[in-house]
């Protein structure tokens, strides 16, 4: 389980926008669940957008035009026999608001309308609906999430990835003809966010560290890789010779049940061991210690993970970071994660 409150704070660390001093009201507030809680984020958020003005782009446009505007297409204006009635086909470019992006974010607030948030908050949503006019509404089900952001879009970058968080919540369905609401948790969905979270906290509290979500290289004999899929880590941070690479894990159950026998996920186990040894291999002539860490989310099963394994001359440790407690709780788990490790 993760308290409401703390979702905000992971948000505030995935995406740096949110340390921004507009949002700190927020950090006070108390929220019902989770989609009162984006539905706040994404109201304050298209506030400070809306100053600033939404998002427009240019979009080419064809039509029959008494009076000339951009270019002429003179095939066309033949062919639709425009010329007759004193009009020529032209084309030309618009500037204008039904993005995509906006239209996305449209169809997420109409949404959150219908779901279970505070009559303030729906009041403000409406309000901010009234600047969208123009804007198209998408099928929630088929919105292509798999977008570009650039440097200026960081703002838009956060509000989508909170339109994509709600709208994994809530799901459509026709029951008797009414339309009703089913909420679910998407472990993926989360997943990302988990990982997301864990990243960038390291690299805000923990400067003197390199933090990054590195590749790992194979470490073959014959130099072939081809066909080999690719590694890459969730975290990996690297303190002078010490490496430890993270993998966060969010699963509703963190162990597998055998024959009432509880295990460590095999495939987990499997891949961080993997990663250890080829980043080790690689980095042998260093004389570096290279470590790993699977870093489950903790759920509400009674028996959680926390073993030390000694692999092969690496270290492979596995533990649980409660995510249902005060957010300084959080912090002190992780940050004693690093303390004991890299001895800073």
Known sequence: MIAIKNIYYMLSYAFTVLNKKGYRKLETENFENADDLYAAILIKGLSNQLRR????????????????????????????????????????????????????????????????????????????????????ILDNRKIKWNLRFTRNSQLYK???????????????????????????????RMSRLYERFILEYFKKEFPQLSVTASYIPWSVDDGITSMLPTMK?????????????????YYAKTLQNYYDVHKIHSGNLYQIFTYVKNLDMNLKEYSVRVSGMLLYAKTDEKLVPDNIFQM??????????????????ISKQLNQIVFEHFEI
């Open 233 to 249: 880590s969730d975290v990996m941070l690297s303190y002078k010779s010490d490496y430890l690479i993270i993998d966060a894990k």
């Open 158 to 188: 956060m509000l989508i990835s909170v339109c994509y968080l709600v709208n994994e919540r809530l799901i459509q369905s026709n029951s008797d003809g009414s339309k009703q609401f089913m909420e679910f948790i998407d472990e993926q």
């Open 53 to 136: 003005g939404l998002q427009h782009e240019y979009t080419e446009t064809k039509e029959a035009l008494s009076m000339v505007r951009g270019k002429i297409n003179v095939t066309d204006s033949i062919k639709n026999l425009d010329v007759i009635n004193k009009k020529l086909h032209c084309s030309y470019d618009e500037f204008i608001v039904n993005t995509y992006m906006n239209q996305i974010i449209k169809t997420i607030l109409i949404l959150l309308l219908k779901a279970d948030i505070s009559k303030e908050r729906k009041k403000k949503i409406k309000k901010i609906l009234l600047f969208f006019n123009q804007v198209d």
């Open 312 to 329: 092969s001359g690496n270290q492979i440790s596995v533990t649980t970071l409660n995510l249902n407690c005060d957010f300084r709780e």
